[in-house]
């Protein structure tokens, strides 16, 4: 472990306090205050942190994380030595959720440890530095957290060194900043985890390889059965992200292009089906089903996907491979509609978990960010009459009542319910928990209790769906299901390869929403006749993504300047004059954001 990356000599308490409260004010800092301290204030201001927020209501843990599992027998054995009155031990996952803690105060404890929701603090800063660190009273952005001195150091995944969460110690203020009395405790318990991990660490590895030697007997049996030994027979490619198993049946069917994209394909899974992003559970034990993906055009075959299982965790696929030609399509997959347009791994796996579910007349939550078309998934897995409730717009009112008679609702951003409403659908499904009910809901601010208890009831019964960036082989498929249809007489609208490539590179922050909007403006408003050209596309669009993260300032500025570039026919001069800086000021921003 390392030292924690602070100056050797920090500001007396008593001074550091009232920069705080001339920064809750408004007004000008003194001197001498950390650099990492005020970057930190600066960003919970900017998040929206509310300095003196309250606790949250006491909740469960999660629980099921491969991290705790590995972290809980040497967290156990630590917990009886401390003080529980004067000392607290946690441990948060990367994402900075605390998974398990141990004499926390309720008023002091928090279940989310990030930035966006509780400002500066230890855990944030030893993740993002990936080195041990401090923070005493004053420097924490909370007012609860004012008399509390926090040491955390990062708990490191064995052979990657990726961080996968922190070990925090917290005690009282410790006076004039000294060294926290706690660090060696939370670097020893640091190492202990880490050391554990190994042990869990080997069961995925191990599922794979027996998933995929599974998969290659089975391959083998069915083409003596069927064809005698040849050319399909045991073409099998195991991914997780890290580790590739191809077998040479599959080497001589798969293009490396095509194996490219199937492990894009199957790492996107892995992040569309991690729970952190949609507060919601995960598949059920027994694993979710297989379900058929044809690659892109070119590739040559088809691949039948299996999702690997560990701890309720999804750790990986395994693929069975067959030429394109030899397969057919299923009709959910040919099926042009919006809500069912696209055949990446992730997309399919969704519309795979969502159509089993839907088999049955029984609840459905569909999880994604705005735009992912959760809406047109719902619409396309019901095609009776159902009716629709927006939350956003109006009230649930009697609706539900239609559900005991058979028909079926779509309850649209169930985050915006009342409390009431989210009430009224509680009760409804514990006393009928069969009723045929679609909800779609987007993860934004923390759930409170009433739709957390909503959102636990569906846990089982959850779908999250990618978003578009996680997706782009999709792009293609999307803009012809989303174009509108063509006036009689007039072609339907095509793309160029330039201009497809350019969509799919963009990140679309609105997702298919977005897409569809820019796709149905060029449809009715271009007046240029043929394929859609790259320069015919918005500036962002055309001009591609950022070389870097940006800021939602520099997102601002750089759209700025890329409009005014257009405005101006890329001329330099006369867009430096327009945006009223100096030519080498425009420049300077060009080469920053490779414009």
Known sequence: MTTAERPAVRPALASVRRARELFLMGRQLPSGVPEDVVAGW????????????AGPAPGPLPSGSPLLAAARPVLERVAPALDAGRTALLLTDERLRVLWEHGCAPDLLRPDLSEQLVGHNSAALALRTGRRAEVHGPEHFLDVWQEVSAVSVPVRAPGTGRALGTVTVTARLCAECAPHPGAPLAEATASAVEAALPVRARAPEGMLLDAYLRALREEGRGAHREHGRGER????????????LVSEAAERLLSPEGLAELERGVVALLA?????RTGAGREPADGPASYRV?????????????????????VGAVAVLEPAAATSVPPAVARTAVGLAGRSVPWRHAVGRATELTRFEEPLLLVGERGTGKTALARALTPGPMTTVDAAKEELGSWPGELLDGRPLLVRHVERLTQPGTAALNSLLEARPGVPLLITYTPGAPPGPCLQRLLDTLAARTVPLPALRERPEDVRELVTALAPRPAPGQPPLTWTLDALRALERHPWPGNVTELAHLVRALAEHRRATGPVRRAELPDPVREGPAARPLSPMEHAERAAILEALHAHGGNKARTAAALGIARATLYRKLRGYRV
């Open 272 to 276: 569309t089906a991690d729970p952190a």
């Open 294 to 314: 044809r690659l892109s055009d070119g590739v040559g075959c088809t691949a039948t996907l299996t999702p690997l299982t560990h701890l309720r965790e999804i």
């Open 233 to 244: 027979a045991g073409a099998v490619v195991a991914l997780d992200g890290r580790n590739r």
């Open 42 to 53: 600066k960003r919970a201001r900017f998040f929206g942190v509310r300095h003196d927020a």
